[in-house]
């Protein structure tokens, strides 16, 4: 492994303090929290460790900063970015209001990496394939990002730029995640190669409201289909209003095809995820209309 300076700052005072001081600095600043991807890429010297002569790393903890709690009120349920996956599976306030993320969490990985990874750290990986990203778009989920100049909320849906790019300044730390409670159900899909615990190859969440029999509010989002997760507005148009039947939900899922651009990888090819999205954002409307 390269050098690299080590800091766990226990305020935010004190994390700002040394942002600014490393601005004069032959350091990269990493932040890290659960460190389920940064570790390995560190000690693989991969993308994440600043080219062979020019910066070290500063690895910034950020374990002591408080961002591990769950709250609500009456409008919504706020998660700290440093909540594992496996206490916001265990959370009750998560269980009653928000259990589709709870969906999402059990096919990430395994046990001890649920143990440790954040949510936090999920989001701002900006994998495309992430699992907890479709249900916060879907959900219309909020990122609270915290800097020197103060605080600010992206809807998660405007939040990822790339693979591995987000809005976010590289001063600025993602606090909490909000998540508005709703009256409808929402429901979760993934497919990979394996049953669990493995990347997707597609995946969908999809939030449904109903009324007088047809579709008030439809809310889908679908990952590993683009540079980053996207929300299906064509499908969500062609749902809205309608009865919802076996046969207008086929149709409306089809849909998702004018907004993906897929690529072929090692996990799937493009030809693949184009015939298997329609049927993913099927099965997870289908999914939340039965609950």
Do not use: H
Not at 172 to 177: D, F, P
Not at 227 to 239: G, S
Request: hydrophobic share 45%; with cysteine.
């Amino acid at each position: 492994m390269k050098n690299y300076d080590y800091n766990s700052p226990a305020s935010f005072e004190e994390l700002f303090a040394i942002i600014a001081k490393n601005d004069d600095s032959k350091s990269e600043i990493k932040f890290l929290a659960g460190g389920t991807d940064l570790v390995p890429k560190i000690s693989l010297e991969r993308e994440a460790v600043p080219k062979a002569g020019e910066k070290d790393l500063n690895l910034v903890y950020l374990g002591k900063l408080g961002l591990d709690t769950v709250s609500e009120n009456d409008q919504e349920v706020r998660i700290g970015a440093l909540c594992t996956f496996a206490d916001i599976a265990r959370n009750e306030i998560v269980k009653k209001n928000v259990p589709v993320l709870i969906d999402a969490i059990k096919e990430i990985a395994g046990f001890s990496v649920r143990n440790t990874a954040t949510l936090g750290g999920n989001i701002m990986n900006a994998s495309p394939a992430a699992d907890s990203v479709p249900v916060l778009v879907a959900l219309g989920a909020e990122f609270v990002l915290k800097g020197p100049e103060g605080t600010r909320t992206v809807a998660a849906e405007n939040f990822f730029t790339g693979p591995g790019k987000t809005v976010a300044d590289p001063k600025e730390v993602l606090t909490e995640i909000v998540i508005p409670k709703k009256t409808g159900k929402a429901a979760f899909r993934k497919l990979g190669r394996r049953k669990a615990e493995t990347l997707s190859v597609v995946n969908a969440a999809a939030y449904v409201e109903t009324e007088g029999g047809s579709v008030k509010t439809v809310r889908v989002a679908v990952g590993s289909v683009a540079p980053t997760v996207v929300r299906c507005k064509a499908v969500e148009q062609a749902l809205t209003g309608k009865e919802p039947t076996p046969e207008t939900v086929k149709a409306a899922s089809e849909a998702v095809l004018a907004e993906i651009s897929p690529i072929d990888d090692i996990r799937a090819t493009a030809w693949y995820r184009n015939k298997v999205a329609p049927v993913m954002v099927r099965r997870a409307i289908e999914a939340a209309l039965e609950m």
